[in-house]
């Protein structure tokens, strides 16, 4: 399982996961795409605003590798924000993902205005550097 090195863990003050620390040894989690009900708590919300910011962040459009990556928080995003490239292994750690711009913009417009950088400051503390 590739460890995205710089990746923030978590988001600042909360308790909502970004990365996992080691591969289960059943498997990687499914990805399931899930529904994003209007009635979701501001801090779920927030979180997933976060999440998809330091996506486009770390890997801008590019593809990357689920590796590490919380299945979770991948979920709320899955066949919207983040797409795969080419047919879905829900399964694999090598999955290869990229973010939608397009879709994020339109989504979330708050990580697109001039002055976004500062929503999310991601401390040292934040980010995952543990070694194997």
Excluded: C
């Amino acid at each position: 399982m590739l460890k995205h090195r710089g990746f923030p863990g978590r988001l600042p003050s909360t308790d909502h996961q970004f990365v996992i620390r080691r591969a289960s040894p059943k498997g990687a989690t499914k990805l399931v795409a899930r529904e994003r009900y209007r009635d979701r708590s501001p801090g779920d919300r927030r979180a997933d605003a976060g999440f998809l910011a330091a996506l486009i962040e770390h890997f801008g459009d590019e593809p990357f590798e689920r590796g590490n990556l919380d299945a979770g928080r991948l979920s709320w995003l899955l066949g919207r924000e983040v797409v795969p490239v080419g047919k879905l292994n829900p399964t694999s750690y090598e999955q290869l993902l990229r973010v939608d711009l397009k879709r994020a913009e339109a989504s979330f417009p708050e990580l697109f205005a001039p002055d976004a950088r500062e929503t999310f400051r991601w401390d040292d503390e934040d980010f995952d550097e543990e070694d194997e």
